[in-house]
């Protein structure tokens, strides 16, 4: 168990730009979350993935986001058009989802700077 | 819809006193409730959970919390504080297959 990982650690973009950050579940979970967490604030769920579905988006997520998860390994948050308001920490997780449990295990984050 | 609230973005002690950080959660319907421990520039880390069964949850590092349903709290304690208890704390319930998490307590211990 390597646990869940995130690259890049931190990503520096200029207005407009177009980011891709990539999560990397914890193998045999099935299910794997976005967040979006600004500071002093708690994460914030974006959307979530069982194998490769995407079965739920918040309204959050603008359609200048969009994540996949081909084949139900890892997964990829893209924002284009990047604004300022982007600037966050964005965390993903993974959990295994039987029995009535679903715990999650985090990733370390990436923080993304909008300038 | 299902939400937590943390009560006190900032709570300090002392090293070795007793660190009380509360939370109520709102919902005609208990849900699963969990606590998580979040370090700079780290992801969240879980120190307990409620599911069912017995309201009085021990987690890792000496801490525990107790589910009262009479007064819709969830609030996490530890007997003794150390230094390296210093970090922001969630907690976090769960409805459905969405977390949803309290706007977090920041922990100081001071020597």
């Known amino acids: 168990d390597t646990g869940v990982s995130q690259n890049p650690r931190h990503k520096i973009t200029k207005r407009g730009q177009n980011v891709t950050f990539r999560c990397d579940p914890i193998?045999?979970?099935?299910?794997l979350y976005w967040y979006r967490q600004t500071l002093g604030q708690g994460p914030e769920f974006l959307t979530y993935f069982q194998n490769e579905a995407q079965l739920e988006k918040s309204r959050l997520l603008s359609d200048r986001f969009s994540a996949e998860r081909p084949k139900g390994s890892f997964s990829t948050l893209e924002i284009q058009r990047t604004e300022q308001g982007d600037s966050a920490m964005y965390l993903c997780?993974?959990?295994?989802?039987?029995?009535?449990?679903?715990?999650?295990?985090f990733g370390p984050g990436t923080r993304l700077t909008v300038t | 819809a299902q939400s937590v609230t943390q009560l006190g973005s900032h709570v300090s002690v002392s090293e070795g006193a007793l660190v009380l950080l509360r939370c109520n959660y709102s919902s005609s319907v208990p849900p699963y409730l969990f606590w998580y421990v979040q370090y700079p520039n780290q992801g969240l880390q879980l120190l307990l959970k409620?599911?069912?069964?017995?309201?009085l949850v021990k987690g890792i590092n000496g801490f525990e919390a107790e589910f009262k349903k009479s007064e819709t709290s969830f609030h996490l304690t530890k007997p003794s504080a150390h230094m390296s208890d210093a970090a922001e704390y969630f907690c976090a319930s769960r409805r459905g297959n969405q977390f949803y998490f309290g706007t977090g307590t920041s922990l100081t211990v001071i020597p």
């Open positions: 193998s045999e979970h099935n299910r």
């Open positions: 997780a993974s959990s295994l989802a039987t029995g009535t449990l679903y715990e999650q295990y």
């Open positions: 409620y599911t069912t069964g017995a309201t």
